[in-house]
């Protein structure tokens, strides 16, 4: 793990999905929100953010989260 004392900020949100979806599923969901899919992220004009799925289990390092 990296810490740059706040000199990097990440501009995206990670969303670990818990259960199988498939991802036309998530592209639709994410379109129906104004979101457009450009590669594996989610953009949307309004929102400096963009939005990844990656896959799971979540973890911080090698310990998975409960």
């Known amino acids: 793990m990296l810490y740059t004392q706040g000199q990097y900020v990440s501009r995206d949100v990670d969303l670990i999905v818990l259960s199988l979806v498939r991802r036309r ?34 973890a911080v390092g090698k310990e998975p989260v409960r």
Do not use: A, K, T, W
């Not at 129906?32 to 590669?39: H, T, Y």
């Not at 992220?41 to 939005?51: A, M, N, Q, R």
């Open 25 to 58: 599923n998530l592209r639709q969901l994410m379109n129906e929100l104004g979101f457009v899919e450009e590669g594996r992220h989610f953009v949307h004009p309004d929102s400096p953010y963009i939005v990844e799925f990656p896959p799971g289990p979540l």
